[in-house]
C-alpha cells in the first residue's frame, strides 16, 4: 500500500461488467483519528494502491441489504474528506466538487482566475483586432442573394469561434490538471498548496493535451464519416442522406463523449497514456453510460444556467455602456462593438470561467472515483490511504 495522493494503474479490478458486489469493511470506529504515517506536507513519490479484490477476510463482511434503513444496514461511511468513502449519489458528487473548491479556493480558484484573466484579455484583443467584423445580413434578401449572406455569415462565425474555442480548450486544460489534483487529496482531507498542486500536475499537461486534441478529431471525423457520402451523391437523395448519417453521427458523438468523460481523471491520476486513457474510461463507464449521461447532463444544464445569470445582466450592461442599438444587433446579425461592451462582457465571463471550470472539472473527477468505488472498492484503499482506524495496514482479502 503506498499512500500518496496519485492514483496507481489498475490491476486486474472488476471493471469490465456491471458494479461488481464487493464486501466492505464496516465503518471504523474512530474515524477521526489519524495513524497512518504520510503526512501532506511530505507526500512520498508514487500513486495510490492498485485496485484489489476485497473479500471476506479479516476487516470485511458480507454487504448488507442496503445504505440505510433496518437494523441490518450498515453505519455511516467514514468521511475523512469532501465525500463519504462508499458509492456516491449524485447530489454528494455535486456537492463534492463544491466542497473541494470551498475547501481549497486559494488553490483551485486562484489558478482558475488567472488561467480565466489571461485567456480572456487574449480573447478581447483578437475578437478587437484579428477577427473578421460580423457579416451584415438582409432579413428581406431572397433566393441566391439570401443563400450568399448565409453562406458568408456561416463562414464568418466559424472563423469567429475557432480561436475563441481553441483559448476556451487551453483554459480548460490547464484548470482541470491542478483541480483534479485538488480533487484527489480533498477525498483524503488532505491540503494542498498550488505549487504542491502545480507540480504534480504539470508532467501531466502534454498527455493531457493530446487527449483534449484527440477527442475533438475524433467527433470531427465521426461527423464526416455521417455526412461525407450524402455530400457526395448530392441533389434530393444526397440530402435525405447526408439527413440521415448526420442524425447517426450525432448519436455515435454522443455516445463517445459519455464514455470518455474519465478518461482526463484516468490520465491524471493512473499516470496513462493517451490511447490507455480512453480505453479506461470506456471500461469504467461501460455498464453505466445512462447514469453518467444524466449527471453529466445535469452539471452541464447547471452550469448553462449560471452562465446565463451571469452573462446576460453584464451583457446588457454593456450594450448600454458602448451606446450601440440593440435593434441593430438583431437586425444585422451582430454590431461592431466597442471596448467598453468587450471589457464588461470579459469581466461576465471571467466570473462565469472561474467558478465553472474548476466545478465541471471536480465533478469529473469525482464521477471517476465514484465508478472506481463501484467497481474495485477504491474505497478501502482510500480509507487506508487516509490514515482511518481498521485501514492503515494491509488487510488480505480474498
Given amino acids: 500500500m503506498n499512500d500518496s495522493p496519485g492514483w496507481a494503474k489498475p490491476g486486474s479490478a472488476p471493471s469490465d461488467g456491471q458494479e461488481a458486489a464487493i464486501p466492505r469493511p464496516s465503518a471504523p470506529q474512530d474515524a477521526g483519528t489519524p495513524t497512518g504515517q504520510w503526512s501532506p506536507e511530505q507526500p512520498p513519490p508514487g500513486q495510490w494502491s492498485p485496485p484489489s479484490h476485497?473479500?471476506?477476510?479479516?476487516?470485511?463482511r458480507p454487504p448488507a441489504s442496503g445504505w440505510g434503513g433496518g437494523p441490518q444496514s450498515k453505519p455511516p461511511a467514514a468521511k475523512p474528506g469532501v465525500i463519504p468513502l462508499r458509492p456516491l449519489g449524485l447530489g454528494e458528487i455535486l456537492d463534492g466538487s463544491v466542497s473541494a473548491l470551498r475547501a481549497h479556493w486559494r488553490t483551485a480558484l486562484g489558478f482558475s482566475l488567472a488561467v480565466s484573466v489571461v485567456i480572456q484579455v487574449a480573447s478581447i484583443l483578437m475578437q478587437r483586432y484579428l477577427l473578421p467584423k460580423p457579416t451584415t445580413v438582409d432579413p428581406n434578401a431572397t433566393g441566391t442573394e439570401a443563400l450568399r449572406q448565409a453562406s458568408e455569415s456561416a463562414r464568418t462565425t466559424?472563423?469567429?469561434l475557432a480561436p475563441v474555442s481553441l483559448l476556451t480548450m487551453?483554459?480548460?486544460?490547464?484548470?482541470?490538471?491542478?483541480v483534479t489534483v485538488v480533487i484527489s487529496r480533498s477525498v483524503l482531507g488532505r491540503s494542498v498548496t498550488l505549487s504542491d498542486a502545480w507540480a504534480e500536475a504539470r508532467p501531466r499537461i502534454l498527455p493531457l493535451a493530446g487527449l483534449t486534441l484527440l477527442?475533438?478529431?475524433?467527433?470531427?471525423?465521426?461527423?464526416?464519416?455521417?455526412i461525407g457520402p450524402g455530400l457526395l451523391v448530392g441533389e434530393e437523395a444526397g440530402v435525405a442522406l447526408a439527413l440521415l448519417g448526420f442524425i447517426a453521427a450525432c448519436v455515435v458523438i454522443i455516445w463517445l463523449q459519455v464514455s470518455f468523460t474519465l478518461a482526463a481523471p484516468a490520465l491524471m491520476l493512473e499516470r496513462q497514456g493517451v490511447i490507455a486513457a480512453l480505453r479506461r474510461s470506456a471500461k469504467l463507464v461501460r455498464g453505466a453510460w445512462w447514469r453518467?449521461?444524466?449527471?453529466?447532463?445535469?452539471?452541464?444544464?447547471?452550469?448553462?444556467?449560471?452562465?446565463?445569470?451571469?452573462?446576460?445582466?453584464?451583457?446588457?450592461?454593456?450594450?448600454?455602456?458602448?451606446?450601440?442599438d440593440i435593434s441593430e444587433f438583431f437586425e444585422s446579425g451582430g454590431a461592431s462593438f466597442?471596448?467598453?461592451?468587450?471589457?464588461?462582457t470579459g469581466i461576465g465571463e471571467v466570473i462565469v470561467s472561474t467558478l465553472l471550470y474548476p466545478f465541471v472539472a471536480g465533478v469529473m473527477a469525482l464521477l471517476y472515483v465514484d465508478q472506481r468505488i463501484r467497481r474495485e472498492a477504491l474505497d478501502l484503499d482510500l480509507a487506508r490511504a487516509a490514515g482511518l482506524h481498521g485501514h492503515d495496514t494491509d488487510t488480505p482479502r480474498s
Fill in 158 to 160: 466559424l472563423l469567429s
Fill in 170 to 178: 487551453i483554459a480548460t486544460l490547464f484548470t482541470a490538471s491542478v
Fill in 292 to 324: 453518467t449521461f444524466g449527471i453529466l447532463a445535469l452539471t452541464y444544464l447547471l452550469v448553462f444556467l449560471l452562465s446565463f445569470l451571469v452573462s446576460i445582466p453584464f451583457g446588457i450592461i454593456g450594450v448600454i455602456a458602448d451606446g450601440t
Fill in 338 to 344: 466597442g471596448w467598453p461592451f468587450l471589457i464588461i
Fill in 215 to 226: 477527442v475533438p478529431l475524433i467527433t470531427a471525423a465521426v461527423m464526416a464519416v455521417g
Fill in 54 to 60: 476485497p473479500g471476506s477476510g479479516p476487516g470485511s
